[in-house]
């Protein structure tokens, strides 16, 4: 018993609120321990992190500059897409939206 609970303790007992909370933080600590429920997902969680940080420190020393014009190209290239798409996509929708109104005041 913690220096805390024994002055407490001493004292008077605890309200049921205290006990709900105890019960709550016991029952959390048993699932944390259960080793397949948590501890191998975390463990799968960080091997993949470990991986992700290995590739990724080998493929930033590797790249020269050139590549990097080339890859910031490209990505400008995808960006300029994207706006176009978006723009074409809110202009089929402002269509379908006077579609739809058609279509209702119809009925």
Known sequence: MGKLEAKRAGKK???RDEVAFRKK???MDRELKRPTHYRGKLEELSSVVRTQDDLSGDML????????KNIKLFLKRQMDGLQRLTKELQKQQRHLRIIQKGISERT
């Open 61 to 68: 020393s590797t790249v020269d500059d050139e590549n990097k």
């Open 25 to 27: 933080l016991e029952q």
């Open 13 to 15: 007992p605890p309200t």
